[in-house]
């Protein structure tokens, strides 16, 4: 399972970031992925990390803001988010993608970020 | 860019429907099809364009031709209820269509 974990309240400027801790499987044989969904919007994907932790990827909404990390020790992913602004707040899911089809086959239950004054 | 509709649809009980996905460019099979209901997170229904998901209904199904993908529910159930997205994987940006929601007549 995916377990998400850091969101909260932070002001328009400010920086926030957010963890997910795995649990029943390896980081290292997985991609794995961000996703966001503003209140009563639909689905935004926003950030990937290869199974190598080699290569990151990002939304354009995002790139040169946001940072995507891992820490296969403690097999947790991250998503430092900096300069946040009012449009960011939404709940953040933690995705895993299938090991050999790459589609996303495990979900968080999802950590809700509010960027608000 | 992934275009999907209807954008709502409504139906009853034991119908047949159908939400169509079409993308922008060849993306293969690499098409997905999620479920969300209210207040949950998105649930996997099918991958490959046409492969079930382990321990979704087989009235849940799912087709392609060319950049057009179909995702078809027959004998409709009320725990149908919820938004569904397609989602483009084979490379990024994983783009998700902008959804349709299924409610129960």
Known sequence: ?117 | QMAQSPSSLSASVGDRVTITCRASEGIGSFLAWYQQKAGKAPKLLIYAASILQSGVPSRFSGSSSGTEFTLAISNLQPEDVGTYYCQKYNSAPYTFGPGTKLEIK
């Open chain 1, 1 to 117: 399972q995916l377990v998400e974990s850091g969101g909260g309240l932070v002001q328009p400027g400010g920086s926030l970031r957010v963890s997910c801790v795995a649990s029943g499987f390896t980081l290292s044989n997985h991609e794995m992925n961000w996703v966001r969904q503003a209140p009563g919007r639909g689905l935004e994907w926003i950030s990937h990390i290869s199974s190598s932790g080699a290569s990151t990827y990002y939304a354009d909404s995002v790139r040169g803001r946001f940072t995507i990390s891992r820490d296969i020790a403690k097999n947790s992913v991250f998503l430092q988010m900096n300069s946040l602004r009012v449009e960011d707040t939404a709940i953040y899911y933690c995705v895993r993608a299938d090991d050999g089809y790459l589609h996303f086959d495990l979900w968080g239950q999802g950590a809700l970020v509010t960027v608000s004054s």
